[in-house]
């Protein structure tokens, strides 16, 4: 199961957050987004756990608590699938017709 994290500190580094979500049970796979020219977290990342009951447990106690004094997010994290934020569609704007 994907979970969503956000609100989260800019000093948090993966490993630490693989540590924390590793108390809840197997960690498949975790990301921390980072902005592609500073390199520098943007707040969220996605940890994927191997066992949903497990990576629920960590939703219901991690949700709204404080990381590093910040209130974190964490919920499911909701697949937007291949076209989201890919365009496509009619923006308006200006018509050849």
């Known amino acids: 199961m994907k979970v969503f994290i956000g609100g989260l500190p800019l000093e948090v580094s993966e490993a630490e957050l693989n540590a924390v979500f590793g108390d809840f049970g197997p960690v498949k796979s975790l990301r921390i987004v980072k902005d592609r020219e500073t390199k520098e977290?943007?707040?969220?990342?996605?940890?994927?756990?191997?066992?949903?009951?497990e990576a629920k447990e960590?939703?219901?106690?991690?949700?709204?608590?404080?990381?590093?004094?910040?209130?974190?997010?964490?919920?499911?994290?909701?697949d937007k699938g291949p076209g989201f934020g890919g365009g496509g569609g009619n923006r308006g704007g200006f018509s050849r017709n």
Not at 58 to 66: D, F, P, T, W
């Open 41 to 53: 977290s943007r707040g969220f990342g996605f940890v994927e756990m191997v066992n949903e009951a």
């Open 58 to 78: 960590a939703i219901r106690c991690m949700n709204g608590q404080s990381y590093y004094g910040k209130r974190i997010t964490v919920n499911i994290a909701e």
